[in-house]
């Protein structure tokens, strides 16, 4: 099969042919609908603590058609079922993947597209497991089918806060991960969905998925706690951290509040530094999110189908083989895009 293969950090993915995924007894092999491009394999990419081995196939964010089914399996799956799968291949026996956790399994976690063993969807097969893999409604398109996964992130960042309807959020970046928590702050009934970024296009499409107020990123912390204050009449309850970069939990608690919570949703891989007074002074809850629960993605599918959630916005390219390299590499600084969808089978 075609595939896009990570060799050397700094070099461009190179388009290659590999041998097709062998799927297991209680495995399943889905041929690729579309695979949406992440931030994560963006960074990784660059090397640091998070470069995967030489022969990575990237992409845990897909969605495609049952091609292959293991033998264990005949009866609940058919050939040509639309699915998509948490991006893990767990045991689903011990109590992690049992309760719908297969992130946490005990036994044997794998994660697909993050080493050569078991590669990613930026390639026409990919192999996935049972007990991670949901059925993809017919109300639900392949646009929406491909961004279960970034949207089940945004959910779970919300799910583990303390979040109440009636909330004063922030949310810090408006890049695909906070778009998706904007969305389900509004779904939830945010009473206010303040947001900071620094891209204009961005800012856009953070407004149309339900932001109430955005403030530009470069705004100084006092002024935007001034700003804050006066359009919403409090400062906020929970702070929601997309962005993941060094300094921005620093930032996040000058801004906080007095017993709020800051959830850390952004990835960063690098050594940060704050001061712990601060928080001290404030009490505040500092909560990381990894992830999420199988729930998460039945969830975003369910109310997808039921048309109580559309984020299709978010896809703002959809491209082949041909030009992946380059929109990969362009993607490590352009921010007018938001989700690019690659489409191995077109
Ligand atoms: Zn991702
Ligand atoms: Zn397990």
């Given at each position: 099969?075609?595939?896009?293969?990570?060799?050397?950090?700094?070099?461009?993915?190179?388009?290659?042919?590999?041998?097709?995924?062998?799927?297991?007894?209680?495995?399943?092999?889905?041929?690729?609908?579309?695979c949406g491009i992440c931030g994560t394999d963006l960074?990784?990419?660059?090397?640091?603590s998070m470069e995967p081995p030489k022969g990575t196939?990237?992409?845990?964010?897909?969605?495609?058609?049952?091609?292959?089914?293991?033998?264990?399996?005949?009866?609940?799956?058919?050939?040509?079922?639309?699915?998509?799968?948490?991006?893990?291949?767990?045991?689903?026996?011990?109590?992690?993947?049992?309760?719908?956790?297969?992130?946490?399994?005990?036994?044997?976690?794998?994660?697909?597209?993050?080493?050569?063993?078991?590669?990613?969807?930026?390639?026409?097969?990919?192999?996935?497991?049972?007990?991670?893999?949901?059925?993809?409604?017919?109300?639900?398109?392949?646009?929406?089918?491909?961004?279960?996964?970034?949207?089940?992130?945004?959910?779970?960042?919300?799910?583990?806060?303390?979040?109440?309807?009636?909330?004063?959020?922030?949310?810090?970046?408006?890049?695909?991960?906070?778009?998706?928590?904007?969305?389900?702050?509004?779904?939830?009934?945010?009473?206010?969905?303040?947001?900071?970024?620094?891209?204009?296009?961005?800012?856009?499409?953070?407004e149309e998925m339900g932001a109430t107020l955005i403030?530009?990123?470069?705004?100084?912390?006092?002024?935007?706690?001034?700003?804050?204050?006066?359009?919403?009449?409090?400062?906020?309850?929970?702070?929601?951290?997309?962005?993941?970069?060094?300094?921005?939990?620093?930032?996040?608690?000058?801004?906080?509040?007095?017993?709020?919570?800051?959830?850390?949703?952004?990835?960063?891989?690098?050594?940060?530094?704050?001061?712990?007074?601060?928080?001290?002074?404030?009490?505040?809850?500092?909560?990381?999110?990894?992830?999420?629960?199988?729930?998460?993605?039945?969830?975003?599918?369910?109310?997808?189908?039921?048309?109580?959630?559309?984020?299709?916005?978010?896809?703002?390219?959809?491209?082949?083989?041909?030009?992946?390299?380059?929109?990969?590499?362009?993607?490590?600084?352009?921010?007018?895009?938001?989700?690019?969808?690659?489409?191995?089978?077109?």
């Amino acid at each position: 099969m075609k595939a896009a293969v990570f060799h050397t950090p700094g070099k461009p993915l190179s388009i290659e042919n590999v041998s097709d995924p062998i799927c297991g007894d209680n495995e399943m092999i889905m041929k690729v609908k579309q695979c949406g491009i992440c931030g994560t394999d963006l960074h990784a990419s660059d090397g640091g603590s998070m470069e995967p081995p030489k022969g990575t196939i990237f992409g845990h964010e897909f969605s495609g058609e049952v091609v292959e089914i293991g033998k264990n399996l005949k009866s609940s799956w058919k050939i040509g079922d639309p699915a998509v799968s948490l991006p893990f291949i767990s045991c689903g026996r011990c109590k992690p993947c049992v309760n719908g956790n297969p992130f946490f399994c005990e036994t044997s976690m794998q994660s697909i597209g993050m080493s050569p063993e078991v590669q990613g969807g930026y390639a026409e097969f990919v192999r996935i497991g049972l007990p991670e893999s949901l059925k993809v409604p017919k109300g639900v398109n392949w646009n929406f089918a491909s961004l279960v996964e970034p949207l089940a992130v945004g959910l779970h960042g919300v799910r583990i806060s303390k979040f109440k309807q009636c909330h004063r959020t922030l949310v810090i970046g408006a890049g695909p991960i906070g778009l998706a928590t904007i969305q389900w702050l509004r779904f939830f009934g945010a009473r206010h969905i303040v947001v900071t970024e620094i891209s204009e296009e961005r800012k856009k499409m953070a407004e149309e998925m339900g932001a109430t107020l955005i403030i530009d990123g470069k705004t100084p912390t006092e002024e935007l706690v001034a700003i804050y204050n006066k359009e919403t009449g409090g400062s906020p309850d929970i702070i929601y951290e997309c962005v993941g970069s060094p300094n921005v939990i620093q930032n996040c608690m000058e801004i906080a509040a007095p017993f709020s919570e800051i959830i850390l949703i952004g990835v960063c891989d690098k050594p940060d530094t704050f001061m712990p007074f601060m928080g001290t002074m404030k009490e505040l809850t500092l909560k990381f999110a990894i992830a999420y629960l199988k729930d998460d993605f039945q969830f975003t599918i369910d109310m997808m189908e039921q048309g109580r959630i559309d984020p299709s916005k978010m896809i703002t390219n959809q491209i082949g083989f041909d030009t992946l390299p380059e929109t990969f590499e362009s993607l490590k600084t352009a921010k007018d895009q938001c989700k690019v969808m690659i489409c191995p089978n077109r």
